[in-house]
């Protein structure tokens, strides 16, 4: 009798943890800010830009922000900021200090810049194969679809990450997709890498590993479906920089 109680009301306390496990879900929403440094105030804007994080350390900011610099393709020179891992309700909660975030950015950072480029995207991690161990530098990689091709890219993408994850191909990425402030459709493939020499790719190549999978016609297949889908491509690599970044768990 004590055992069936006893059981039951583990039952029932599972049932009211449920939706507090339901919340503790990782959001997916991500911001990012690509901006310009002024010409000659690359200096300027990278001191400024700690002071603004010192701002953001002396108010307890709950939300991590990191920044990186772009160090190839025709962005090259710019700066990204990024905070993620948010779910959309997070934005209300953080209005009030996203203000003062502002008020401050425009005082003190602003002056060194050009006009700030902002966008919105949704991670896929059901798509995403993250690396263990931090990134120093990371390739973006920006798909561009054909209106109508999203699907026909969703499904060769799919089977692709299967194949990766199946024959553990070393090979690590994140998947957004762009929400708003841009061409759409887009998906944006991050790739991180632990320094250059991470770079070099494995000793078995992409499509070989692919057809060991699939056999070569469907490999060829996928390829040409995904080729397909896409309108155009853009490229760029970023390298991170952790002393003009911000994570509330460091001290």
Request: some cysteine; hydrophobic content about 40%.
């Amino acid at each position: 009798m004590r055992k069936t109680r006893f059981f039951f009301i583990l039952g029932f306390v599972c049932l009211l943890a449920l939706p507090l496990l339901a919340q503790e879900k990782p959001g997916t929403v991500g911001v990012v800010f690509i901006v310009k440094p002024k010409a000659g105030m690359r200096q300027q804007f990278e001191q400024a830009n700690k002071r603004h994080i010192d701002w953001h350390r002396q108010q307890k900011d709950t939300w991590a922000v990191t920044v990186w610099e772009i160090v190839s393709g025709d962005r090259i020179g710019q700066y990204g900021y990024g905070t993620f891992g948010h779910h959309w309700k997070d934005f209300d909660g953080h209005a009030k200090f996203d203000e003062a975030d502002m008020a401050d950015y425009l005082a003190n950072v602003a002056p060194y810049v050009e006009p700030v480029v902002a966008s919105y995207s949704i991670r896929h991690p059901e798509l995403s194969r993250p690396m263990e161990g931090d990134a120093t530098l990371s390739e973006v990689v920006e798909y561009h679809l054909n209106m109508g091709g999203e699907s026909d890219f969703l499904l060769a993408v799919r089977k692709v990450h299967e194949a990766i994850q199946k024959s553990n191909y070393p090979m690590y990425y994140y998947v957004r997709e762009l929400y708003n402030g841009g061409e759409h459709p887009t998906y944006v493939f991050v790739f991180p890498h632990k320094n250059w020499a991470d770079f070099e790719p494995p000793e078995q190549t992409f499509l070989a590993m692919l057809e060991k999978a699939y056999g070569r016609d469907e490999a060829e297949s996928l390829l040409k479906l995904f080729d397909k889908s896409v309108r155009s491509v853009r490229s760029q690599i970023i390298a991170y920089r952790p002393d003009l970044s911000y994570s509330p768990s460091a001290k």
